[in-house]
């Protein structure tokens, strides 16, 4: 434990920052590196089967991920301005790769589904950071065919899950085109995004750990308490108004429409459908509430914290729309 909060916690967040402010490929590459490496040390603090099996195949994966991208740099500083295609394309896609964004992202869901909570939080927050600032700044003519691949595939995907992990990692590559969106336009913007995102994200975390739930299905129908701060929260990330995730896709919308409307509406058209599947788990779990036996169930006091956050959640968005 003690190694763990003073050696590799901190070489994760260092590994960030690396990659972030070099200028050179060769040292932003060993940035993901060092990322990698510390952070299958995070993937493996509670030895488990299902953990190493998971970081086992976590690390082939990014290690693919790694050599396809050092491999196209390599090419790209031997024969200069020589095979622009490959050059244009293979890069981009080991960083989706790296990152579990579409259109690499099928091994994402089933093997964030095995993950210990707090790498989970780390993968569909921290972990698409670099990604995304290198994507956006190397190329930026392909950020929209990702941005819009992300949102077609994170909202269709989660339309047939029943587990609440696959759920969330639908939506974390949703919200990727989301951010993708917000980063083209501002860095505050994006910065305002993600700090939403971590926080809603870090909620949603929090409440499958105390609970244990791992399906809807596990969601008992006399847990009134719980039912609507977990649906307030998926609601929230699917950005369905007037909960705090409507804010910052209201104004990537405002910003975005006039430059960008393809997009705009190509967003708008698939957050639907998170929104229908959403709204449809919740309206079956709220209506199981009448079978339950009456004189066997016990209604608990609403807690102050989730009341202040359900309060925050839900008028936060329209003060700021009144005030703008």
Known sequence: MKKFNFIIFPTYMLSIILSLSSSSWMMIWMGLEINLLSFVFILIKPLTYYSLESTMKYFL????????????????????????????????????????????????????????????????????????????????????WICVCNLIMGSIGGITQSSIRKMVAFSSISNSGWMMMALSHSHFFFTLFFVIYFITNMLVVIYMKKTQNKWLTQIKPH?????????????????????????????????????????????ILFSLFTLFFYIKCAITTMMKFSEAIKWKMKYPSIKKPFLFFLLMNMFSPLLFVLLT
Do not use: R
């Open 61 to 144: 994966i990014q290690s693919v991920g790694s050599l396809i991208f050092l491999l196209t740099i390599s090419i790209n500083m031997i024969y200069f301005n020589e095979m622009s295609t490959i050059n244009a394309i293979l890069p981009p896609l080991a960083l989706t790769l790296k990152s579990g964004m579409a259109p690499l992202h099928i091994w994402t869901p089933d093997i964030l589904e095995k993950f210990n909570y707090f790498s989970f939080l780390l993968f569909i927050t921290m972990q698409k950071l670099v990604p995304l600032f290198i994507l956006y700044s190397s190329w930026m003519s392909l950020t929209p």
């Open 223 to 267: 847990q009134t308490q719980e039912k609507m701060f977990f649906y307030t929260l998926m609601l929230s990330l699917s950005g369905m108004p007037p909960l705090l995730g409507f804010l910052p896709k209201w104004m990537v919308i405002k910003k975005i429409s006039i430059h960008a409307p393809i997009i705009c509406l190509t967003s």
